[in-house]
């Protein structure tokens, strides 16, 4: 089928997205092509627009279209609290939530022994100059609480201590959350942190 | 956060597409943003292209880049054979398996009741067009076994009995299927439909 080689093409672009594979490439291609001028060429358009602008943040490693992202070059955003998170997925997450009013710092990932993953190959010496060159007075330690995570907030702790104030996100029962349906650790965890009411 | 109104843009396009929603489409485009010269310059660039060239063949309705698709087009596949499917993933799925070495009618959809869908909706007149004026010897209902896919193949064998051999796929039990599995449709269909070893 020689004049399908554009579509084909296209279904195997679409089946390397995280989330698809290759029969729901196959679906969505075939919804794409139906809506062709609704949303196969906007979509077009868009990705060119941002395949041209994207760009990330020489501050903080946030994904944008400018060399200084919005938050950074944001005058209202307090100067002294700086986030850290892994990735730019966080960074968009705490600010869905809308409560930090701080700065960021994108780490880029987690140290790990097996992928041979260090300090350098992350985000973490630039920190280190953030909280060195700019008024920072407290360091909030937003990453992930898996092992990786927590090896490198330790990491993370050895290098800042004495610097600056750092803190953690606070572990425990999430909101809805059921007893019932939680690990081990959770339960252990907020229990340690229980609070006077 | 202005500079992100692009991306925004994009997350909100490709949470559109079937079996993506707002959370993976997130996860795509930061996917699609880390990659982007691999991947996402040449995604905008494959979904202009296809954007430009995609139409359907006026004779069978497959999506091709030609007025007539490659397969109607191509002399090689038997002639007498017009395999009738709903939709084009229905084509494509026929084609993967390689056996059939006709050509197809895609008919767009199936026969509605509740939808409103009647024969003039779908390429149901085209297709009675086809068996006056081709050299069709046997027409295949490779329609789904809903019982929306049911009424159209009725409606269809209603509309050329007696001008043309008409057929169906069979329906038994599915290579690798385990009987505790399948629903008791099935099972009575096999049975029906048993053959002599």
Avoid at 135 to 142: D, K, N, Y
Wanted: aromatic share 2%; with cysteine.
């Amino acid at each position: 089928m020689a004049d399908r080689s554009e579509i084909d093409a296209l279904i195997d672009l679409m089946a390397k997205l995280p989330g698809l594979g290759p029969r729901s490439a196959r679906r969505a291609v075939l919804h794409l092509i139906r809506k062709r001028g609704l949303l196969l060429q906007p979509l077009a358009d868009s990705m060119a627009e941002v395949a041209r602008t994207a760009r990330e943040c020489l501050n903080c490693g946030n994904v944008g279209t400018s060399d200084i992202c919005a938050i950074c070059a944001d005058d209202r955003r307090a100067t002294g609290l700086l986030c850290v998170v892994e990735d730019v997925a966080d960074l968009w997450a705490m600010e869905r939530s809308g409560v930090f009013k701080g700065r960021y710092h994108v780490l880029g990932g987690t140290l790990s022994a097996l992928d041979a993953v260090g300090p350098e190959d992350l985000r973490i010496p630039k920190l280190l100059d953030r909280v060195a060159g700019e008024e920072i007075t407290e360091v909030i330690l937003a990453l992930n609480a898996t092992i990786d995570g927590q090896t490198t907030a330790h990491y993370i702790v050895d290098q800042l201590e004495g610097r600056v104030e750092i803190t953690s996100l606070a572990q425990g029962v999430p909101i809805g959350g059921e007893l019932d349906y939680l690990d081990d650790g959770t339960i252990t965890a907020a229990l340690n942190a229980r609070k006077r009411m």
